[in-house]
DNA sequence: CGGTCCCTTGATTCTGTTCAACTGTCGTGG
DNA sequence: CCACGACAGTTGAACAGAATCAAGGGACCG
């Protein structure tokens, strides 16, 4: 593994470095732990499980699920540059176990860490704030109900948003997650997703190979 | 309207003030407005407007609405004690256009006084982090696709638990939303709610007259 | 007392689910 | 390197749950 730090991380400008100067950079790169890789589908917390740490996915992809009775029901993606686990602050434990799509990398702050770091510069106060209001505008934006075909479209197109936000093409990419995983996660079921899909590369809205996607319209929200 | 302030609201343990003592309350209490009522259909804020304040509920409804093309969607509710406006942090304007349900008075605080607050008091800090997070938690549990059915007995016992806490019974109250609203909500046909309230008087799971309500059994979650 | 909005109920239609069989893909080990 | 097995995805046919359409009843407000 690449001998990376905070300061020369592409992804600095989206994280919590985003607020600091040189100098403090430094002393946040002393508290970031950078883990070891995590295995596709291996958790990295679990429902219940005490909160100590905020995560963010450095690469790869990860989900979060949550249990009704015996039904599962994905809640989340993350994706590279996104922060994971700011629901375990509320109560001081997760609520999903979260998990991770492919092989992937994640930085590591402890809870304790980042309270002190928010204490000591006003800006990454102002930062953790805005991190999580960001979450919660998203997740606003992903309560959408409407025709399985509008629920698809939406979501697509919300990914194309988030992977552009790092950099990547806005109508090109791979898939992340399973179609399995996109119907749970849209309250459809796979089949449907399957259709849809046929359906929309018949209209010439996409192109679809595997997990292969090449969004060939303008779609709009 | 009484007198009223931050060191004698029944909602003070649910507030900002829990992690204050009297002196700092009383610092806060000067910050804090207390709004004329909001009547009922009547907007807190509009979408793509400028986030300039949060705003908490001192009693009433309110709904939040999004807009996707013609459609309009409700994206979440707000009772006593709950935080409204948190959405605008993240990039300095609010996403929805947020309206009374029902007569309702609400107190403000700016953005700005907030982050003067939280950066000289830390236990305020560590509070609106936990706040925030509460509200993805909700968000996170809200974020549930099943049965029409079993959708609407987990609103209800969504809702339930929230009056509980701000302590009301959480066996009997009154619907502060149309049925209509619910039914946007969960991504239903009004009459779809209609007829399955029904059925569950029918198998005497609960009682309803017009929007009082009276739970029976004592379902899961 | 009249109007509007909200809600209920029934009949019909349709979107998406379920069930089933088959194909394709990927990783592992012989 | 190919064969195997497990899992992921596709496609079709039948079914079911919820939407839509339509009409009427009830609550609340001025």
New interface residues.
Partial sequence: MPNISCKNCALSNLCLPFSLNKQQVEELDQKIKRRKPIKRSEALYRNHEKFTTLFVVRSGAFK?V?N??T?E?I??FFFAGEIVG??????QQY??TTTALVDSFVCEISAEDL?QF??KF?SV??Q??????????H????????EATDKLL?FLLHLSKRFQRYGYSSKQFQLPMAKQEIANY??LASETISRIFTKLQYDNLIEIDNRYITIKEAQ??
Same sequence: chains 1, 2.
Avoid: C, D, K, W
Wanted: no cysteine; hydrophobic share 30%.
């Fill in positions: 979060s949550i009704y009775e039904r029901q809640t989340n700011l629901e375990g602050i509320a109560n609520i999903t309270t928010t204490r006003p106060q102002q953790a704030l805005q991190m999580m209001s960001q979450e919660i505008v997740n606003t934006q992903a309560y959408f109900h409407g939406h849209l309250g709009h929200g």
